[in-house]
């Protein structure tokens, strides 16, 4: 996101280069949650109750009369992290002096939101278009919190599985005809042109579907779940978007497959975690069947792949049904192993629970 919102379709679009994308302004839907919340507020676009604050003092005086739990959220890009659900009084405290004060987050945290907390079960919506047609990919639901049972902090995302069980298809329509169709043509009459990856984080509320936030982007772990599933060529339909021809592109076709993504990160993250663990068993897994091997934070050294970042690597595992496609990815997932590695055990449970598996 962060070469989308410095204006990385800006500069190849004035050297006359085709780039997949949207530019720096249609890229603030991300890298400005005030500048999302407002235009969903001006156009009726349904998401959480919020306000916004420019200074901590505000911000702590409003908490005071606030219902807990709320969410608190910086402004700017944080890496996936500038979210906190705070349970009490003392957290919001905490999170606030932590995004304003203490500057964690940098001038991202100049500004905060702090909005109501939803209820219900995520989905992660992610479609494609030129700012005129849109092009639907294939659900999925992202695990942000660090821990099993959605205990702990927010992630960049610890796993996803594809499709969301939870999202019928007149869910799905619903969806699109009340979140994403409106923030297209409202960007569009706010006089900025959207072409490329357009995400929503979605809560299925019992008052419907509300957006948790936007994404300018594929979402991560999101698209490791979903591409596996992919039977037409992707490069295609990003040609199409960035020609303004998406229309050429009557749907894109999917495997009957489901597929789970489990995310294998460093000890300590989304805290402080050391680099340069070795990592073992990846020639053993990149060997299995159905069973793709994404990296992500991970460097080449004298023929070893060792870790180096957070979120370090994301097995994939395709299979008929969902329980066939959690055991394949585990099993395959407990054959890695570096020090301090830690990957959710329960991606894909609330599937099952829903489909009574």
């Not at 603030?28 to 407002?38: D, G, N, P, T, Y």
């Not at 964690?104 to 909005?115: A, H, L, T, V």
Request: with cysteine; aromatic share 10%; glycine share 8%.
């Amino acid at each position: 996101e962060a070469p989308l919102a410095s204006g990385i379709v800006d500069e190849f679009s004035n050297y006359k280069l085709k780039i997949f994308g949207p530019n720096k302004l249609a890229s603030r839907l991300e890298s400005s949650k005030i500048f999302a919340k407002e235009i969903m507020f001006k156009y009726n676009i349904p998401t959480a109750d919020f306000k916004i604050f420019d200074n901590p003092e505000s911000a702590k005086k409003y908490i005071t009369n606030t219902k807990f739990p709320c969410v608190i959220k910086a402004d700017g890009l944080a890496a996936g992290k500038g979210v906190v659900v705070a349970k009490n009084f003392n957290e919001a405290i905490d999170a606030i002096k932590m995004i304003m004060e203490d500057k964690i987050f940098g001038k991202s945290g100049d500004r905060i939101i702090i909005e109501e907390y939803l209820e219900g079960e995520e989905a992660s919506i992610i479609v494609i278009t030129d700012s005129k047609n849109i092009i639907p990919l294939a659900t999925s639901q992202d695990h942000k919190r660090v821990f099993d049972n959605d205990e702990g902090e927010n992630t960049g995302g610890m796993g996803a599985y594809s499709p969301n069980f939870f999202i019928t298809k007149e869910l799905f329509n619903k969806i699109l005809k009340e979140i994403i169709y409106p923030i297209v043509d409202a960007l569009t009459r706010e006089g900025i042109e959207y072409k490329g990856v357009l995400y929503a984080g979605v809560m299925l509320t019992k008052a419907g579907p509300k957006v948790l936030e936007f994404n300018v982007r594929f979402g991560d772990p999101e698209t490791q779940a979903i591409l596996p599933r992919l039977a037409d060529d992707l490069l295609e339909v990003m040609l199409a978007t960035s020609y303004g021809c998406l229309l050429k592109i009557k749907k894109l076709n999917w495997l009957d497959k489901v597929s789970v993504c489990v995310v294998c990160a460093s000890g300590g993250y989304p805290k402080s975690y050391q680099k340069g663990k070795e990592i073992f068993g990846l020639d053993e897994v990149e060997k299995l069947k159905d069973i793709i091997v994404f990296h992500a934070g991970t460097k080449k050294i004298d023929n070893k792949f060792i870790t180096d970042g957070g979120r370090v690597l994301n097995i994939v595992g395709l299979a008929d049904t969902i329980n066939l496609a959690i055991d394949k990815t585990y099993k395959a997932v407990k054959k890695i192993y570096f020090e301090g590695i830690h990957y959710r055990k329960d991606i894909g449970k609330k599937a099952l629970k829903i489909l009574n598996v």
